[in-house]
Each structure stands twice: as structure tokens, then as C-alpha cells.
């Protein structure tokens, strides 16, 4: 087993910049990839970013490429996302996660099976 817990979430206004961030514990957390998928109101959980277990392979959404940057420590188990030029339509419940995803599933939700309770990014005018 693997517990998340979010961080950081809070109100920005549109252009500024906010860092969240996931601590994680329990099973030993260098094993796993992780990363963030998020939740905008009234629609589906979507893909953001995940890192690799070694760190040398990064995915981003095309929403957020260029603007959000991953990162992780194994040592301290924990994962931040980075945002700059916030959007309103970055506006949502960011979600902690943790798998091993196959080879194509990397940017599927259903292949990570450990979850944190979210965070919410709230992005004003």
C-alpha cells in the first residue's frame, strides 16, 4: 500500500504561478511511477504529468506543456508539479497518483492504483 497526500493547492489568478506537492508512504515509493491527473469542474478526470521511477522520462498533457514541470525525490518520497502561466481552465481538484502502468497506459488513470485526496487549484481572472 501506498498513501498520498496533496499539498499546496489554493486561489491564483490567471498568469501567476503555484506549486503543489505529494508526500508519499507506506510501500517503498522509488518502485512506482507518479504523477498528477486532475478533475475540472463538471468533467472527467484527465491526465497532467507523470514521471518515471528513474526520473529520466517525463509525459505532459499538450494543455500543459511548457508551463507545468514534474519532479520527484525518491529520497523523501515526495512528487511537485510546478505551474506557470496558470489558465482558468487549470482550474481543478489535482490528484496524487502512484502505479506501474504498462507500456501505452502511462496517461490512463486506470493504471495507477494508489490515489491522494486532491488538492484544489483554483484559477481566477
Known amino acids: 500500500q501506498v498513501q498520498l497526500v496533496e499539498s499546496g493547492g489554493g486561489l491564483v489568478q490567471a498568469g501567476g504561478s503555484l506549486r503543489i506537492s505529494c508526500a508519499a508512504s507506506?510501500?517503498?515509493?522509488?518502485?512506482?511511477?507518479v504523477g498528477w491527473f486532475r478533475q475540472p469542474p463538471g468533467k472527467e478526470r484527465e491526465f497532467v504529468s507523470v514521471?518515471?521511477?528513474?526520473?529520466?522520462?517525463?509525459y505532459y498533457a499538450e494543455s500543459v506543456e511548457g508551463r507545468f514541470t514534474i519532479s520527484r525525490d525518491n529520497a523523501a518520497s515526495t512528487i511537485s508539479l510546478e505551474m506557470r502561466s496558470l489558465k482558468i481552465d487549470d482550474t481543478a481538484i489535482y490528484y496524487c497518483?502512484?502505479?506501474?502502468?504498462?507500456?501505452?497506459?502511462?496517461?490512463?488513470?486506470?493504471?495507477?492504483?494508489?490515489w491522494g485526496q486532491g488538492t484544489q487549484v483554483t484559477v481566477s481572472s
Open positions: 497518483a502512484a502505479g506501474r502502468p504498462i507500456n501505452g497506459e502511462t496517461r490512463n488513470a486506470r493504471a495507477y492504483h494508489y
Open positions: 507506506g510501500h517503498t515509493f522509488r518502485g512506482y511511477t
Open positions: 514521471i518515471k521511477v528513474n526520473s529520466r522520462h517525463t
